[in-house]
Structure formats: structure tokens, C-alpha cells
């Protein structure tokens, strides 16, 4: 089976902090999205990324940015965390064969 | 832009009833439609998808989704709920191709009672 991981389930971080959230597929994809979750919100795209070292913004990229240095790493970057920011992060892969796949998720908290 | 519009924030249905929800979307091309369940404090797990070909499709736990071009719906159903279906469950339309960039509706929330 497709794998997507998230390093962390929760993380708890300080307004201003840098923050990193990595995500790795074990399937070879060619796409990786990032996407936040809100109640009322459902899940909205942050950043997509077609191949190594591209990236494209999504709905809602204003405060993150993206780095894809390997195909199958693709890491979420909050530069400065605000409470805003307070939230259910999802990574995803996707390939023509594979469709979707969602990692289980990073409940992040800004305090 | 394509969007999905999903009417019903909160379902309460009891055991052995029957299901459906709702799903609308917006999209100039063909699109390719998804629906995923999402358990507590779980990613989203893929239901079942339409590409093209039978407008009626069916997915993985008994459930079956009819996509109506001239309605623009692609609405879930399933005969007889189960408890362990409460969950949340997600309406998406993606392009390029269906594993491009997909836009998910808000999620309706089912509750399945005794």
C-alpha cells in the first residue's frame, strides 16, 4: 500500500517560531500537496508541487512556503508562526494510477 | 475554478437506514469526482472516484456514488448505514486528470444512532 508519512500527529510551537512540517510518500508520486483543515472550512490548498524543486501556491499560501528537494520529501515551512495558523495540516501525493493518497494528519498548535 | 458545495453540515441517520449526501460542483470540463471518509483524528481515505464511463460507481464499504451531469451532482449513498460509518465525509472534483488539483467541499458530518 501507498504510504504518506507525517513526522508529527501533534506539535505544539510559540508565536514566531520557525516551523517544519515533513512529509514523506514511499511510491514514487510525481505530486505532493499540502492542504489545512478547519471545521466549517473543510480542506483547502496551501501548496502543490508536480516535481522536484517545483512548487505552485494554492488557495491559501500567504505565511507558508514549501521545499521539495527530493521526490519524495516535501516539507511545509510556517517562517513565522502565528496563532492564525492554529490548525489540521494534511500531506498528500497523488500519481495517474494512484489518484490520492492523505498522510494522517499534523495538528499543530501556536500558542 | 472548479468548486463543490456540500448542503448538509450535520446527518443523523439511525442503524440499518438508508444514506445519501449530497454533493454539487462547478466545473467548465469533464470532471473527475471523489469522495473521501475521514474517521477522528485520521487523514482521508479514498471511498471512491469518477473518471468517466458508468455514471454509477461503486466504492469500498458498500457504498455507491451517481454522478448527473445535468444536475451537476455526485451525490453518496449507501442502503443499510452501519455504527462504524459516523465519520466525516468529503465531495472533490479535481483536473488535470483527477490526481492534479483538487478541491474539496466542506464536509458533511454523519451520525448514526442506535
Known amino acids: 500500500d501507498v504510504k504518506v508519512t507525517q513526522s508529527s500527529r501533534y506539535l505544539v510551537k510559540r508565536t514566531g517560531e520557525k516551523v517544519f512540517l515533513e512529509c514523506v510518500q514511499d511510491?514514487?508520486?510525481?505530486?505532493m500537496f499540502w492542504y489545512r483543515q478547519d471545521p466549517g472550512l473543510g480542506l483547502r490548498l496551501i501548496y502543490f508541487s508536480y516535481d522536484v524543486k517545483m512548487k505552485e501556491k494554492g488557495d491559501i499560501p500567504e505565511g507558508y512556503s514549501v521545499s521539495r528537494e527530493k521526490k519524495e520529501r516535501f516539507s511545509l515551512i510556517l517562517e513565522s508562526a502565528s496563532t492564525n495558523q492554529t490548525s489540521m495540516y494534511l500531506c498528500?501525493?497523488?500519481?495517474?494510477?494512484?489518484?490520492?493518497?492523505f498522510g494522517s494528519g499534523t495538528r499543530l498548535t501556536v500558542v | 475554478a472548479q468548486s463543490v458545495t456540500q448542503p448538509d453540515i450535520h446527518i443523523t441517520v439511525s442503524e440499518g437506514a438508508s444514506l445519501e449526501l449530497r454533493c454539487n460542483y462547478s466545473?467548465?470540463?469533464?470532471?473527475?469526482l471523489f469522495w473521501y471518509v475521514q474517521s477522528p483524528g485520521q487523514g482521508l481515505q479514498l471511498l471512491l472516484k469518477?473518471?468517466?464511463?458508468?455514471?454509477l460507481v461503486q466504492g469500498i464499504k458498500g457504498f455507491e456514488a451517481e454522478f448527473k451531469r445535468s444536475q451537476s451532482s455526485f451525490n453518496l449513498r449507501k442502503p443499510s448505514v452501519h455504527w462504524s460509518d459516523a465519520a466525516e465525509y468529503f465531495c472533490?472534483?479535481?483536473?488535470?486528470?483527477?490526481?492534479?488539483?483538487?478541491?474539496f467541499g466542506t464536509g458533511t458530518k454523519l451520525q448514526v444512532i442506535p
Open positions: 466545473y467548465g470540463a469533464t470532471p473527475y
Open positions: 472533490a472534483v479535481g483536473v488535470g486528470g483527477g490526481y492534479q488539483k483538487v478541491t
Open positions: 469518477y473518471f468517466s464511463g458508468d455514471t
Open positions: 498528500a501525493s497523488s500519481s495517474q494510477n494512484y489518484g490520492y493518497t
Open positions: 511510491m514514487d508520486h510525481e505530486n
